[in-house]
């Protein structure tokens, strides 16, 4: 198994994106392994997801730490027992400290349902719909300390419709968050993402 990049899957809800990274890795169109997830809500959807896949699962309710360092801490605790090569935060609802980026350099990945630097934080969809946009989409990108500030690796462009709410949008963009979060990984599992600076290419 050493040639397959292990992963560490952060998430808080629905799991949506850690579905669609089993289904990858399963259909071996991505050479990973998720060694480990991580919820901090125990009601999380994703957490079935995972067990459904044989995946090993820890909740880590945020209540039970000091304040967000010790939470950090814990994490990387974890991440480190697995021997994580990346992390991969999908739908996790917490900003991580910079002690955990430390721990991980250019090695935490996030998905934002907005065209960055457009639309970052939360309600990316409802943030362009209210703008006015007429494309929206999606990006990977690396962690950095700011919100959604990281270097960017892919994104992907879909069109805001006059019909849209917030729930059609985020949707369609959620069918290519799919598509390119796997891919953003598999680049990275092949040693082709080079980070200069805020540019990422891809070679
Ligand atoms: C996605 O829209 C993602 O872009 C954002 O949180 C949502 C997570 O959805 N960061 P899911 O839990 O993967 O279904």
Do not use: W
Not at 54 to 71: A, D, M, R, W
Not at 169 to 176: F, M, N, P, S
């Amino acid at each position: 198994m050493s040639d397959f990049l292990k992963l560490g899957v952060l998430i808080s809800g629905n799991g949506s994106n850690l579905q669609s990274i089993i289904d990858h890795i399963e259909k071996g169109s991505l050479k990973a392994i998720i060694k480990i997830v991580i919820s901090n809500n125990s009601d999380a959807y994703g957490i079935t997801r995972a067990k459904k896949h044989g995946i090993p699962v820890v909740v880590l309710k945020s209540g039970v730490f000091k304040n967000k360092e010790e939470f950090d801490l814990e994490l990387i605790r974890i991440l480190e027992s697995k021997d994580v090569d990346l992390v991969i935060l999908a739908g996790f609802m917490r900003i991580i400290t910079p002690t955990l980026l430390k721990a991980f350099p250019q090695k935490v990945m996030n998905i934002h349902p907005a065209l960055l630097p457009s639309f970052p934080g939360i309600h990316g969809q409802k943030q362009a719909l209210d703008y006015g946009v007429k494309l929206s989409g999606c990006t990977v990108h690396f962690v950095d300390e700011g919100v959604d500030t990281g270097p960017i690796i892919l994104q992907s462009a879909v069109q805001v419709l006059n019909e849209d709410t917030e729930e059609t949008l985020a949707a369609r963009i959620l069918k290519e968050e799919h598509k390119i979060y796997p891919q953003a990984i598999q680049l990275f599992a092949e040693g082709k993402i080079e980070i200069n600076g805020r540019k990422v290419r891809i070679n």
